[in-house]
């Protein structure tokens, strides 16, 4: 009872003072909007890396890289032999706990063509059907390479989107899309045949920008002219690479391109440029590893030219930036809600001495001092609550902001979770702030408060 | 026992060494259903007196009994509630909360009360129209009349139903009609049988009730000096406001 009305009162003590109150407020207006600023600018990143992490394949994707033989086997170096499909089928055959090995065989400075457009995939890889389920690609249109293809190293190909884009159009650019199965395009003026084509990866910010976009448009297109118009900001790094790939057989990589030997050197180059392994069970890692590196110490004569590259370490390095760019948004979003706090303490200390005598009558009608210490509270934080709904408010309209100017894979997410914690922040350093004052308020006798002038 | 009781009641201030003696030992019985005035000259202690008697204040010496309970042993809270609950009070300038209308100022004690919302209202609304001022119940008090104002607060002192009406000069910044409105409103009142005590310099509401205390320096005078107190003007006048023998 005692409660709604101290709202109301409190209110209305803040509707008399508008201009004084709104100041005070700025305070926590800013320190919410920091809080929820930063909050989603962290969760932007972390979405943006997280799913750039998918992007290339996941946590379970483990690289085997190659190193320099190690000093005490320095003089073995020459003798090292570098991944591989010897190792591939040896980690097949003897390592069962490596559910997936994926060799690469990459060709460097790849032009791509067709006709008069011409482009540079990200990557252009041999690869084996192996490599769809190592780096999380999904197929949306035709098939993947089959056994014949592999054998007799047939001149055929599988493209991201953003081959499809370059080469024959973007589906907004020309209004349909094209899926260009059974056309032919050349790879170092070689012809390929496309027998199929991924879906479109893109982030989920950036999916949901495009659904936005789309139904704009179409509501356009009703009301006027279309107007051409791309699909809006591009996807992250991540999703462009892989939208940029294209993958052909190993073996016809191998025998079209590198069995001449690289750079005309004439000497053929069986040399895999990449090696991924995903274990079977991800909880036993380190067994799994232990069991590779085991295998291929002996296909390697016991030359450690390899190593392991998991994504834990990565996944360590984001949780640590994460943490770093928390700590320091905290401290920030911290520091301003304490200005805020100080400001309220101050704006409730001078109410309350304006005030002195309405507190006197309030006592000499019956108010307890705790009556009015909770009264001065209240007003305190409805302050600090009506300046961080603000804040929400202007959070809203400055991630907007810096959503317009940041790539849409990292663009700021405002999360439910950071407002609350905002708002409530907010509201205890509205209640902190007027403790003092209230306790002032409250200590005041009656008669003393009646006569002050 | 007396409704009110003070035994040997002392208030002293201390201003700069120099030692004021406002109410020195004064003893003084009220039983419930008095009408009482309390008179004397300006500085002689009466407001520090009402102040005492109406828990606003504690004495510096003496014990003071306000329907069995001793008030310099309550606690703070316990005093509030007593403001609340058993005493109303008058001021000689309103004391009305500015920001709030008329029906919210006369609806404050009820909500220290803790009655509800509805209830409040309909109370509040009967005590305004006891003293008349039930068409300006959204009116700020900055908008009201002195004589409006003093009815609003007459309006608020007897909404929680209290057994004693204080009342300190309230007709001291009225004209004498409005004075005449307030005070036969407080006879009515007091016909109803509610302890009302006033502080007055004005003779015609001394001369109406049927008892009188004289205060003078702090102290309560022997026999009330009818001449300083202007009632043998008045009664020499008319002979129809002395009260009923
Ligand atoms: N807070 C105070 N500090 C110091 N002296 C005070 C205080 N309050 C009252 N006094 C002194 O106590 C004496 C009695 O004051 P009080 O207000 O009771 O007089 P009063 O009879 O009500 O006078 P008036 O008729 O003018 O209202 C005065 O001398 C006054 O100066
Ligand atoms: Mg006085």
Same mark, same amino acid.
């Given at each position: 009872?005692?409660?709604?009305?101290?709202i109301?009162?409190?209110?209305?003590?803040?509707?008399?003072?508008?201009?004084?109150?709104f100041?005070?407020?700025?305070?926590?207006?800013?320190?919410?909007?920091?809080?929820?600023?930063?909050?989603?600018?962290?969760?932007?990143?972390?979405?943006?890396?997280?799913?750039?992490?998918?992007?290339?394949?996941?946590?379970?994707?483990?690289?085997?890289?190659?190193?320099?033989?190690?000093?005490?086997?320095?003089?073995?170096?020459?003798?090292?032999?570098g991944?591989?499909?010897?190792?591939?089928?040896?980690?097949?055959?003897?390592?069962?706990?490596?559910?997936?090995?994926?060799?690469?065989?990459?060709?460097?400075?790849?032009?791509?063509?067709?006709?008069?457009?011409?482009?540079?995939?990200?990557?252009?890889?041999?690869?084996?059907?192996?490599?769809?389920?190592?780096?999380?690609?999904?197929?949306?249109?035709?098939?993947?390479?089959?056994?014949?293809?592999?054998?007799?190293?047939?001149?055929?190909?599988?493209?991201?989107?953003?081959?499809?884009?370059?080469?024959?159009?973007?589906?907004?650019?020309?209004?349909?899309?094209?899926?260009?199965?059974?056309?032919?395009?050349?790879?170092?003026?070689?012809?390929?045949?496309?027998?199929?084509?991924?879906?479109?990866?893109?982030?989920?910010?950036?999916?949901?920008?495009?659904?936005?976009?789309?139904?704009l448009?179409?509501?356009?297109?009703?009301?006027?002219?279309k107007?051409?118009?791309?699909?809006?900001?591009?996807?992250?790094?991540?999703?462009?690479?892989?939208?940029?790939?294209?993958?052909?057989?190993?073996?016809?990589?191998?025998?079209?391109?590198?069995?001449?030997?690289?750079?005309?050197?004439?000497?053929?180059?069986?040399?895999?440029?990449?090696?991924? #392994?995903?274990?079977?069970?991800?909880?036993?890692?380190?067994?799994?590893?232990?069991?590779?590196?085991?295998?291929?110490?002996?296909?390697?004569?016991?030359?450690?030219?390899?190593s392991?590259?998991?994504?834990?370490?990565?996944?360590?390095?984001?949780?640590k930036?994460?943490k770093?760019?928390?700590?320091?948004?905290?401290?920030?979003?911290? #520091?301003?809600?304490?200005?805020?706090?100080?400001?309220?303490?101050?704006?409730?200390?001078?109410?309350?001495?304006?005030?002195?005598?309405?507190?006197?009558?309030?006592?000499?009608?019956?108010?307890?001092?705790?009556?009015?210490?909770?009264?001065?509270?209240?007003?305190?934080?409805?302050?600090?609550?009506?300046?961080?709904?603000?804040?929400?408010?202007?959070?809203?309209?400055?991630?907007?902001?810096?959503?317009?100017?940041?790539?849409?894979?990292?663009?700021?997410?405002?999360?439910?979770?950071?407002?609350?914690?905002?708002?409530?922040?907010?509201?205890?350093?509205?209640?902190?702030?007027?403790?003092?004052?209230?306790?002032?308020?409250?200590?005041?006798?009656?008669?003393?408060?009646?006569?002050y002038? | 026992?007396?409704?009110?009781?003070?035994?040997?009641?002392?208030?002293?201030?201390?201003?700069?060494?120099?030692?004021?003696?406002?109410?020195?030992?004064?003893?003084?019985?009220?039983?419930?259903?008095?009408?009482?005035?309390?008179?004397?000259?300006?500085?002689?202690?009466?407001?520090?007196?009402?102040h005492?008697?109406?828990?606003?204040?504690?004495?510096?010496?003496?014990?003071v009994?306000?329907?069995?309970?001793?008030?310099?042993?309550?606690?703070p809270?316990?005093?509030?509630?007593?403001?609340n609950?058993?005493?109303?009070?008058?001021?000689?300038?309103?004391?009305?909360?500015?920001?709030?209308?008329?029906v919210?100022?006369?609806?404050?004690?009820?909500?220290?009360?803790?009655?509800?919302?509805?209830?409040?209202?309909?109370?509040?609304?009967?005590?305004?129209?006891?003293?008349?001022?039930?068409?300006?119940?959204?009116?700020?008090?900055?908008?009201?009349?002195?004589?409006?104002?003093?009815?609003?607060?007459?309006?608020?002192?007897?909404?929680?139903?209290?057994?004693?009406?204080?009342?300190?000069?309230?007709?001291?910044?009225?004209?004498?009609?409005?004075?005449?409105?307030?005070?036969?409103?407080?006879?009515?009142?007091?016909?109803?049988?509610?302890?009302?005590?006033?502080?007055?310099?004005?003779?015609?509401?001394?001369?109406?009730?049927?008892?009188?205390?004289?205060?003078?320096?702090?102290?309560?005078?022997?026999?009330?000096?009818?001449?300083?107190?202007?009632?043998?003007?008045?009664?020499?006048?008319?002979?129809?406001?002395?009260?009923?023998?």
């Amino acid at each position: 009872m005692i409660f709604v009305n101290s709202i109301v009162v409190g209110l209305k003590e803040i509707w008399a003072h508008k201009s004084r109150s709104f100041l005070t407020m700025l305070g926590i207006i800013l320190g919410v909007t920091s809080l929820v600023g930063m909050s989603a600018i962290i969760k932007g990143m972390e979405n943006g890396m997280k799913e750039a992490m998918i992007a290339m394949g996941g946590v379970d994707k483990v690289l085997v890289r190659t190193q320099p033989v190690p000093a005490w086997q320095d003089h073995l170096a020459d003798s090292a032999p570098g991944r591989t499909l010897t190792d591939v089928m040896a980690l097949q055959n003897s390592a069962p706990l490596i559910r997936l090995v994926s060799p690469e065989m990459a060709l460097d400075d790849v032009m791509i063509s067709r006709g008069e457009k011409r482009t540079e995939p990200s990557e252009c890889v041999g690869a084996w059907p192996a490599v769809l389920e190592m780096n999380l690609h999904t197929l949306a249109h035709g098939r993947f390479f089959n056994e014949i293809d592999e054998a007799e190293a047939r001149p055929v190909c599988v493209i991201g989107t953003g081959i499809r884009d370059e080469l024959f159009g973007r589906p907004d650019e020309i209004g349909k899309e094209i899926i260009p199965l059974g056309e032919t395009i050349m790879i170092e003026n070689q012809p390929f045949v496309i027998v199929g084509m991924f879906q479109e990866y893109m982030g989920e910010q950036e999916a949901k920008e495009r659904i936005r976009q789309k139904e704009l448009r179409d509501k356009q297109e009703q009301a006027g002219p279309k107007r051409s118009r791309g699909w809006g900001r591009r996807g992250g790094w991540a999703f462009w690479r892989k939208n940029m790939t294209v993958y052909i057989p190993l073996n016809t990589a191998w025998v079209r391109f590198r069995s001449g030997g690289t750079a005309g050197s004439g000497i053929p180059d069986p040399r895999l440029t990449d090696m991924d #392994i995903k274990v079977a069970d991800f909880s036993r890692l380190e067994e799994a590893l232990q069991q590779a590196r085991n295998v291929l110490l002996l296909t390697h004569q016991g030359i450690e030219d390899f190593s392991f590259e998991t994504q834990e370490n990565q996944i360590e390095n984001i949780n640590k930036q994460i943490k770093n760019a928390r700590l320091s948004g905290g401290i920030i979003a911290g #520091i301003s809600l304490l200005v805020g706090g100080i400001g309220i303490m101050n704006i409730m200390l001078a109410s309350i001495n304006e005030r002195v005598r309405e507190i006197g009558i309030c006592k000499a009608v019956g108010a307890t001092s705790a009556n009015i210490f909770i009264q001065i509270l209240i007003e305190s934080a409805v302050i600090a609550l009506i300046g961080g709904l603000m804040g929400l408010v202007v959070s809203e309209l400055f991630v907007d902001l810096l959503g317009a100017l940041t790539p849409s894979a990292n663009s700021p997410v405002i999360t439910r979770n950071a407002e609350l914690v905002a708002v409530a922040f907010s509201v205890a350093v509205g209640v902190l702030a007027g403790i003092l004052p209230a306790i002032k308020a409250a200590s005041f006798s009656p008669i003393e408060a009646l006569r002050y002038e | 026992m007396a409704l009110l009781e003070l035994r040997n009641v002392s208030k002293i201030y201390h201003l700069g060494g120099e030692e004021i003696r406002a109410l020195d030992g004064v003893s003084l019985d009220i039983g419930g259903g008095e009408f009482v005035s309390i008179i004397g000259p300006s500085g002689s202690g009466k407001s520090t007196l009402m102040h005492i008697l109406g828990c606003l204040d504690t004495p510096s010496h003496g014990t003071v009994t306000l329907d069995g309970t001793e008030v310099q042993r309550a606690t703070p809270r316990e005093l509030a509630h007593m403001r609340n609950r058993k005493i109303g009070f008058v001021f000689q300038f309103f004391n009305l909360l500015p920001k709030l209308n008329v029906v919210q100022n006369v609806e404050l004690p009820m909500i220290y009360a803790g009655v509800s919302g509805r209830e409040r209202r309909k109370r509040a609304e009967h005590a305004l129209e006891l003293v008349e001022m039930s068409h300006r119940l959204k009116n700020r008090p900055s908008q009201l009349s002195g004589g409006q104002q003093q009815r609003v607060a007459i309006a608020r002192a007897l909404v929680n139903d209290p057994k004693i009406v204080f009342a300190d000069e309230p007709t001291g910044n009225l004209d004498t009609h409005t004075g005449e409105i307030i005070l036969a409103l407080f006879r009515k009142l007091s016909q109803e049988g509610r302890t009302i005590i006033i502080v007055t310099h004005n003779p015609e509401i001394a001369a109406v009730t049927p008892r009188r205390i004289e205060i003078r320096n702090g102290k309560i005078a022997e026999k009330v000096d009818e001449r300083l107190a202007g009632l043998d003007r008045l009664a020499a006048k008319a002979g129809s406001l002395a009260p009923a023998a």
